[in-house]
């Protein structure tokens, strides 16, 4: 019997008309294999990976298949998506034991959960060097039947081994000036000078090391760093990682020129990119940043907000091709014979021009990826306008991608912060309303009586697996991000509820470092911890973000004492990987620039001039600045304690390290403040 119906993960959903009996990760699973005494398949995946559905397609929905397994194992299927503690513990015995990982992860385990044979995607038949799924299924099956004694042997080596693995050991004290010169330094070594970004193929959008770059060009003015986040910026939305007509970030390229994406659109990314363009925006005044930055909020906005508020977690790869058959980019490609059937020949032909789509193409089977090759030459303005119009309404009559409406509170939060900060940059208060929006809901349904926070949701109704590390921060994050732009001291209050969980139940009291579960979360071989940055900020170093912020906001010792401990990990790694812990170098920068404190004291929040002075407040880049914003008086932050108007006017207060400027009545005073190292 398949157990996955009632489930809220919407991967899990996808198999839940398969042959295969699965059960959701959980004891009754393993209670079972001890029941019949059989080793345990799990399976690892999430809704837009486009090799599981492969997978999926070959083996989970091949009866003969299915009834082996069936036979022979007690199947498990896991959305690392909403266990993610789950993931990393066996994701880490696949990259120790096979030097590499991925999805769909694939990994055999005894009924104690101890793993004993590990892989990702398994062909239906041999090809390429590797075994057929069912070819594996037969070896484990024959190694568990006749030689189970050595594979419970081998399990136990590999949870004893995992158990003496250490992170590498940190420094008791927060990175310098020397470590974060030694960070740029080793950047600026592994930096692709003529295409932009970092490494090879395939080539991820570094979201977290331009944070970094862009902070420490504010703090610095070194122009080095600056350059590489703007010609990276610039490369990656010229590419086909950018969708060039409806806005929005795909995954990664899979070649190092960011002309072939592979096509899902995650929340986190776009989240992520959307603050880190409209960062650049306020460091450079850069058209292509604040375009950037609006369409992929808008995006956010127009395709992944649901209607409870929140936001979904993923857009996938594949979408039906018009001939029922679900292809990779299918949404997203076109030949110049489809720009002229959808524009007509004179706009076909410029749209070809315009886009780069050639007859050959850029991607598979004469099809093209559009992204903006040209950097010199004029076109019209409003006929370009008119094509991506058109073209964009052409594309809205193919059959779209599925959606996963999966709500994650961390991601959440990272739009929250995203959204905010692009609405009161730009002017656009149908943003910061968005981003209010996803907020109301993680306090309506994510967030408990006891102020814990639920992984995930879907169309409202929260899901079981409780928030992990990167989910009270991310989420803290967005709300201290709110309480800046809207001036609601309440998302501060939300925010210290839930770095108060941080510190009491994530905090690793002998290290100073962080845990990725809490103290009281389900036991598995072992309790993940990793400080290092993946496609989203690590729980760790995000954690010390927030806590920073806090402290920055309240004064609290213990916030910011815990913020300078956990920041240790990056004193160690920052000049070794600075590629893999961009978050913590950012949060680095914030706290070696105080960071600031700015408090906005106004006779109202709709006060032209105190919003001015609150805007441009914002608009400082100084890295990791705080902001406050109230009358006078008022108890909605401690920063507006003791603010008195000067002569009757709105007045800005910047202090950092236990110093006050004098106050200011005036914007470029503010703004001078703000921008000096």
């Not at 919407?10 to 005494?37: C, I, M, S, T």
């Amino acid at each position: 019997m398949n157990r996955l119906a009632g489930v809220t993960s919407p991967y899990l959903l996808q198999h839940a008309d398969n042959p295969v009996d699965w059960w959701p990760w959980g004891p009754e699973a393993f209670a079972e294999a001890k029941r019949r005494g059989v080793p345990v398949l799990l399976s690892v995946g999430y809704s837009a990976c486009h090799w599981c559905h492969v997978m999926a397609h070959e083996s989970f929905e091949d009866r003969d298949t299915a009834d082996y397994l069936n036979e022979h194992f007690v199947s498990v299927k896991v959305d690392r998506e909403e266990r993610p503690d789950v993931d990393a513990v066996y994701m880490e015995a696949v990259q120790a034991a096979t030097g590499q990982g991925g999805w769909p992860m694939t990994v055999f385990l005894t009924p104690d959960a101890e793993p004993f044979y590990f892989g990702t995607y398994f062909p239906p038949v041999p090809r390429h060097g590797m075994p057929s799924f069912r070819q594996v299924l037969e070896g484990v099956q024959q190694a568990w039947s006749t030689r189970r004694d050595e594979v419970s042997e081998v399990a136990g080596k590999i949870v004893r081994d995992l158990a003496q693995r250490e992170i590498v050991r940190q420094a008791a004290e927060a990175p310098g000036e020397q470590e974060l010169a030694q960070a740029l330094l080793g950047l600026t070594r592994e930096y692709d000078a003529q295409r932009g970004g970092f490494g090879g193929a395939p080539k991820f959008p570094p979201s977290m090391a331009l944070e970094f770059l862009l902070r420490h060009h504010a703090r610095t003015g070194a122009e080095g760093a600056l350059q590489m986040a703007r010609d990276t910026c610039e490369r990656m939305a010229r590419g086909g990682l950018y969708d060039q007509l409806g806005g929005g970030f795909a995954r990664y390229s899979v070649d190092r020129d960011w002309v072939v994406p592979h096509f899902e659109k995650m929340l986190y990314d776009n989240a992520l990119l959307c603050r880190v363009y409209a960062h650049l925006w306020r460091a450079t005044g850069s058209d292509l940043a604040r375009r950037v930055a609006l369409e992929t909020a808008d995006f956010l906005v127009r395709e992944l907000r649901t209607e409870q508020g929140g936001f979904a977690s993923a857009l996938d790869a594949d979408s039906d091709d018009g001939t029922g058959r679900h292809v990779e980019g299918a949404y997203y490609v076109w030949t110049p014979g489809q720009l002229v059937a959808a524009l007509g020949e004179d706009d076909g032909r410029l749209a070809a021009q315009y886009f780069g789509v050639t007859d050959e193409g850029t991607f598979e089977h004469g099809r093209s990826v559009l992204q903006l090759p040209q950097t010199e030459g004029v076109f019209d303005a409003e006929k370009v306008a008119s094509v991506r119009e058109r073209l964009l309404s052409a594309r809205a009559r193919r059959p779209a991608p599925g959606r996963d409406d999966k709500v994650v509170a961390a991601w959440n939060g990272l739009a929250v912060a995203a959204l905010a900060e692009t609405g009161a940059y730009f002017g656009r208060p149908d943003l910061t309303e968005a981003a209010l929006g996803a907020a109301d809901l993680l306090v309506r349904v994510h967030l408990d009586d006891h102020g814990r926070l639920a992984r995930t949701s879907k169309d409202g109704r929260v899901g079981a697996n409780a928030g992990v590390l990167e989910d009270y921060a991310d989420v803290a994050e967005g709300f201290l991000s709110l309480a800046s732009v809207t001036g609601e001291g309440v998302w501060l209050d939300f925010a210290g509820l839930l770095l108060d969980h941080v510190l009491v139940r994530f905090a690793d009291p002998a290290t100073g470092g962080l845990y990725d579960t809490a103290s009281d979360a389900e036991q598995l071989i072992r309790r993940p911890q990793d400080p290092t940055d993946n496609a989203t900020p690590s729980g760790w170093t995000a954690a010390a973000g927030a806590l920073l912020s806090y402290a920055a906001h309240t004064g609290s010792a213990p916030h910011r004492a815990a913020a300078e401990r956990a920041l240790g990990v990056v004193k160690t790694l920052g000049p070794r990987v600075p590629r893999f812990i961009g978050w913590g170098l950012a949060v680095a920068e914030a706290l070696l620039d105080g960071p600031r404190e700015v408090a906005v004291a106004g006779p109202a929040l709709d006060d032209e001039r105190t919003a001015d002075l609150h805007r441009t407040a914002l608009l400082g880049v100084a890295p990791g600045a705080v902001v406050a914003c109230g009358t006078p008086g008022s108890d909605e932050f401690p920063l507006l304690a003791d603010r008195t108007l000067v002569d009757g006017a709105p007045t800005a207060y910047v202090c950092r390290g236990f110093v006050c400027d004098l106050p200011v009545t005036d914007p470029a005073a503010l703004r001078a403040r703000l921008a000096s190292p």
